[in-house]
């Protein structure tokens, strides 16, 4: 793009919105000059308030992420919602539908909506998605929703991202013992029990509290809490805010800043680093071309796979 | 590192009409050629559609209008692109368009029409195409 990274950090930081809605696509698409543009966003970010939402498919997750939108927009915050949806392993295509449940805030100019494919990251986020939070961040979004695709149990990457993670949850999924495995309960700040007019909900809620009294307690001396909602009818919404507000200020104590801060950054450029790594060695050994010509070299039997990768790295570092 | 850009398309059904049956399998059909495909469901106003259309930074909008007021609606997507700085997004449609409205509707600024019976393929095939993912 032949815009100056300098002149494109200053439109989206001026709120034009198609500036930073193609720096997003470029992030996604790991074009080479987004680098430059995120050096010149980077002063900029630190301010946004993330909160992941994460839970299976279909506990209403983006419905909820609707219902809290409106709730903040309410409270005169502008919003940044990344909403993400799985890629086939197959055909490489995706259906984005979070959408569906959100939009009619899309024309408020408060309210800016990204829709992203994991584009087969594991984790239950793209790979872009840090950097597409903080463009956010730079838009000057006071809280941005963080949705994950549908997860399963391993899917916890959002906690490094978000300064509160939400997992939301509905009665009659899964017996009991689901709920003690290791993994994403774990993570959660807050647990939210939707559809909560379903039979079962308060057995699940007394599940949840036995699962949090028997673990061991939390490092950051944070209590997790439960919160019942049917999101669609706005029931146990309000409670559901006060309790992230209540997280938010417990986050906001400067000591607790500075290790969360810690911790995401030093994921963040470890992730970084790799990614780099990893782009100049297929550059100098020319991509795929390279790769397969290495492969093949392995499948002979002339090297094999470690003395291999070895030699790849010492070339790059000579 | 240059690599192929995926083709990102908006999946949207203008207006009043409650059928998405044909939408959804060419959503699917998109889908299956490797495309990023934003879908936002039924009932959707010009305005949410372009708004959507920029948020999503999207190479192309599908169109898709069985209930006969694609004259109106689909030319207020085409203007409100236009107010919005945004009409470098080609359009496309399709549906129940009567063959009188077909000529109209391009020479508004529509690239093309696809009617009952085209095959998935072959709108595939259209897209990838003519419409290139910007560099």
Same mark, same amino acid.
């Given at each position: 793009?032949?815009?100056? &990274?300098?002149?494109?950090?200053?439109?989206?930081?001026?709120?034009?919105?198609?500036?930073?809605?193609? #720096?997003?696509?470029?992030?996604?698409?790991?074009?080479?000059? /987004?680098?430059?543009?995120?050096?010149?966003?980077? &002063?900029?970010?630190?301010? =946004?308030?993330?909160?992941?939402?994460?839970?299976? &498919?279909?506990?209403?997750?983006?419905?909820?992420?609707?219902?809290?939108?409106?709730?903040?927009?309410?409270?005169?915050?502008?919003?940044?919602?990344?909403?993400? $949806?799985?890629?086939?392993?197959?055909?490489?295509?995706?259906?984005?539908?979070d959408?569906?449940?959100?939009?009619? +805030?899309?024309?408020?100019?408060?309210?800016?909506?990204?829709?992203? =494919?994991?584009?087969g990251?594991?984790?239950?986020?793209?790979?872009?998605t840090?950097?597409?939070?903080?463009?956010?961040?730079?838009?000057?979004?006071?809280?941005?929703?963080?949705?994950?695709?549908?997860?399963?149990?391993?899917?916890?990457? /959002?906690?490094?991202? =978000?300064?509160?993670?939400?997992?939301?949850?509905?009665?009659?999924?899964?017996?009991?013992?689901?709920?003690?495995?290791?993994?994403? #309960?774990?993570?959660?700040?807050?647990?939210?029990?939707?559809?909560?007019?379903?039979?079962?909900?308060?057995?699940?809620?007394?599940?949840?509290?036995?699962? #949090?009294?028997?673990?061991?307690?939390?490092?950051?001396?944070?209590?997790?809490?439960?919160?019942?909602?049917?999101?669609?009818?706005?029931?146990? /919404?309000?409670?559901?805010?006060?309790?992230?507000?209540?997280?938010?200020?417990?986050?906001?104590?400067?000591?607790?800043?500075?290790?969360?801060?810690?911790?995401?950054?030093?994921?963040?450029?470890?992730?970084?680093?790799? $990614?780099?790594?990893?782009?100049?060695?297929? $550059? =100098?050994?020319? +991509?795929?071309?390279?790769?397969?010509?290495?492969?093949d070299?392995?499948?002979?039997g002339?090297?094999?796979?470690?003395?291999?990768?070895?030699e790849?790295?010492?070339?790059?570092?000579? | 590192?240059?690599?192929?850009? %995926?083709?990102?398309?908006?999946?949207?059904?203008?207006?009043?009409?409650?059928?998405?049956?044909?939408?959804?399998?060419?959503?699917?059909?998109?889908?299956d050629?490797?495309?990023?495909?934003?879908?936002?469901?039924?009932?959707?106003?010009?305005?949410q559609?372009?708004?959507?259309?920029?948020? !999503?930074?999207?190479?192309?909008?599908?169109?898709?209008?069985?209930?006969?007021?694609?004259?109106?609606?689909?030319? !207020?997507?085409?203007?409100?692109?236009?107010?919005?700085?945004?009409?470098?997004?080609?359009?496309?449609?399709?549906?129940?368009?009567?063959?009188?409205?077909?000529? %109209?509707?391009?020479?508004?600024?529509?690239? !093309?029409?696809f009617?009952?019976?085209?095959?998935?393929?072959?709108?595939?095939?259209?897209?990838? !195409?003519?419409?290139?993912?910007?560099?």
């Amino acid at each position: 793009m032949g815009v100056n &990274p300098k002149e494109w950090a200053k439109r989206i930081i001026e709120g034009d919105i198609r500036a930073a809605s193609r #720096l997003m696509r470029d992030i996604d698409d790991r074009m080479p000059w /987004v680098s430059e543009v995120l050096k010149e966003l980077y &002063p900029h970010t630190g301010r =946004a308030y993330v909160i992941g939402v994460t839970g299976s &498919p279909g506990v209403g997750k983006s419905t909820l992420v609707d219902v809290l939108i409106e709730i903040f927009r309410g409270k005169k915050l502008e919003i940044g919602v990344v909403v993400i $949806d799985p890629t086939s392993p197959f055909t490489g295509g995706a259906i984005l539908g979070d959408r569906i449940r959100m939009q009619r +805030h899309s024309t408020d100019s408060g309210v800016f909506i990204r829709s992203l =494919a994991t584009r087969g990251s594991m984790g239950g986020l793209s790979r872009s998605t840090s950097d597409i939070l903080r463009v956010m961040d730079a838009m000057g979004k006071d809280i941005i929703l963080l949705e994950t695709v549908g997860v399963g149990q391993d899917e916890v990457d /959002v906690v490094n991202i =978000a300064h509160t993670s939400m997992i939301v949850m509905i009665p009659g999924l899964g017996d009991d013992i689901q709920a003690i495995k290791a993994g994403i #309960l774990e993570i959660g700040d807050i647990f939210v029990i939707n559809k909560c007019e379903r039979e079962g909900a308060e057995r699940m809620e007394r599940e949840i509290m036995m699962m #949090l009294e028997l673990g061991a307690r939390r490092e950051d001396g944070w209590t997790p809490k439960i919160v019942k909602t049917e999101a669609i009818k706005r029931k146990g /919404v309000k409670e559901l805010v006060e309790v992230i507000e209540e997280h938010r200020s417990f986050q906001e104590d400067p000591e607790r800043k500075k290790m969360f801060l810690q911790k995401a950054l030093r994921i963040e450029l470890i992730t970084h680093l790799k $990614d780099q790594i990893t782009t100049r060695i297929l $550059d =100098a050994i020319g +991509h795929e071309e390279g790769l397969s010509r290495a492969v093949d070299e392995i499948i002979s039997g002339r090297i094999d796979l470690y003395s291999k990768s070895e030699e790849i790295l010492n070339r790059l570092m000579c | 590192m240059g690599q192929k850009r %995926k083709i990102r398309i908006l999946v949207a059904k203008p207006g009043l009409d409650g059928h998405d049956r044909g939408a959804k399998i060419i959503a699917r059909g998109f889908r299956d050629a490797g495309f990023e495909v934003i879908y936002t469901g039924l009932h959707q106003s010009p305005e949410q559609i372009v708004e959507a259309a920029i948020q !999503e930074d999207v190479d192309v909008i599908g169109l898709s209008s069985l209930a006969g007021a694609h004259n109106h609606l689909f030319r !207020e997507v085409l203007r409100l692109l236009k107010e919005r700085s945004a009409d470098d997004i080609p359009v496309f449609g399709g549906g129940i368009i009567p063959d009188e409205d077909i000529p %109209k509707l391009k020479e508004a600024g529509i690239l !093309e029409i696809f009617t009952p019976g085209t095959r998935v393929e072959d709108v595939v095939k259209w897209v990838e !195409e003519n419409i290139h993912p910007r560099g």
